[in-house]
């Protein structure tokens, strides 16, 4: 009898019994060079889809937008405070020109160091203790229902009227009252301008006016930015009488009849700008706005 095979030969049954989960490839080998791994997945499937495909257009337009967009956000939301003491910087600016402090050279902040900033009740004329003036925000409080009240007759198209304001007084060396600069705004001609005016120590004569926001139109209305312009309102008067009598400023192409005292130029070509601006002017210098805080700084009171 032959010997029993005892020989390690795989037979054809053990072949045919082989598959390939017995010795499954290394999957940890790398993709062939140009071939993308997953090439059956969604990219791979989305690459191949023709440039002018519309939904691969449309994606792609809307991936575009929403990177753009996440740019854009954390750039506003990072410049932020960048442009906050930028616009904090250029009010000072303002208020210190407008009181004629300002020259080339000079330290805006060191210069404001020499203002008052308090907050004023317009209905009263006084101060108030209610609110931090370094941190008063005219604008919020103009926005504030609790904080302002809406106007009927408004001529200087506010819709409302703030019951705070923030005003700003510069005193002399020996302490007496210098100067007292008041916000003022109303709408020209295609915006809202945004000032300061400044007025003397005796409550009437008007020593600068100086806006330092708005859109109106380059070369017409936007020359209320013009120095000589500006220069117009100097030792103008608000009101007959010392101050006791009527509100008598206007911006007209014509002296009012109470005298030219009482009368700066219109903006040549810039009607509704110049109309604007008396506007806001009259309607900040009369009772509804600064007129019972003026009535104490001509009766010596601040």
């Avoid at 997953?38 to 792609?60: C, E, H, Q």
């Avoid at 990072?78 to 910087?89: D, M, W």
């Amino acid at each position: 009898m032959p010997d029993k095979d005892t020989d390690n030969t795989v037979n054809d049954k053990d072949t045919q019994d082989f598959t390939p989960e017995m010795n499954p490839p290394d999957r940890d080998l790398p993709a062939p060079e140009g071939e993308l791994v997953g090439s059956t997945g969604f990219l791979r499937r989305f690459l191949d889809t023709p440039a002018d495909n519309t939904a691969k257009t449309v994606i792609v337009a809307l991936g575009l937008c929403l990177v753009a967009s996440m740019v854009v956000s954390a750039a506003a939301v990072s410049l932020r405070p960048l442009q906050e003491r930028n616009a904090a910087l250029d009010k000072q600016v303002n208020i210190v020109e407008v009181a004629g402090l300002y020259e080339d050279g000079v330290d805006v902040a060191e210069a404001f160091e020499a203002f008052e900033p308090h907050v004023l009740e317009l209905a009263s004329g006084e101060f108030t203790d209610e609110f931090d003036p370094y941190e008063f925000d005219d604008r919020a409080a103009a926005a504030d229902l609790t904080l302002s009240a809406p106007l009927e007759d408004d001529p200087a198209s506010i819709r409302r009227q703030a019951n705070y304001v923030t005003i700003y007084l510069l005193r002399n060396e020996d302490g007496s009252l210098d100067k007292v600069i008041l916000p003022v705004y109303g709408y020209g001609l295609w915006s809202t301008l945004y000032g300061f005016i400044a007025v003397e120590e005796d409550g009437n004569t008007i020593y600068g006016l100086q806006f330092y926001e708005h859109a109106e139109t380059p070369g017409l209305g936007a020359e209320v930015d013009n120095p000589r312009w500006k220069s117009l309102w100097r030792d103008k008067l608000l009101r007959t009488e010392d101050g006791e009598g009527e509100l008598a400023i206007t911006v007209a192409k014509t002296p009012p009849p109470e005298g030219r005292e009482y009368h700066v130029d219109a903006l040549s070509g810039a009607t509704l700008t110049s109309r604007g601006v008396d506007n806001l002017v009259r309607f900040w210098m009369s009772e509804r706005g600064f007129e019972p805080f003026l009535e104490r700084v001509r009766a010596g009171e601040i």
